[in-house]
Nanobody, 121 residues
């Protein structure tokens, strides 16, 4: 199976920056779209940004101009650079990948365990 592990979360002051990483490992044949989701306390999980294997990106309106998603296909890793952070960005951030394992013939959804991002003064 494909395993996703997030890192880079933590506590940051408003206006600060964090860079999240998500590394995919396992017997991977290929990865299509990779995404970042987040879930704030009392809220539903929402899509933050995604990026296709070709590099096309998409962002939630709430993070446009502040967050940047990127990926390193050689490392099977996706990043989320978060700048100008606001308290409302506080949430657990989850990595998602549409990937195919070598032993399977179809793509499937894979999720990371999540990493906490807290923006507070």
């Amino acid at each position: 199976q494909v395993r996703l592990v997030e890192s880079g979360g933590g506590l940051v002051q408003p206006g600060g920056s964090l860079r999240l990483s998500c590394a995919a490992s396992g017997s991977i044949f290929s990865i299509n779209t990779m995404s970042w989701y987040r879930q704030a306390p009392g809220k539903e999980r929402e899509l933050v940004a995604d990026i296709t294997s070709g590099g096309s990106t998409n962002y939630a309106d709430s993070v446009k101009g502040r967050f940047t998603i990127s990926r390193d296909n050689a490392k099977n890793t996706v990043y989320l650079q978060m700048n100008s952070l606001k308290p409302e960005d506080t949430a657990i951030y989850y990595c998602h990948a549409d990937a195919r394992a070598r032993i399977l013939s179809a793509y499937a959804d894979y999720w990371g365990q999540g990493t906490q991002v807290t923006v507070s003064s």
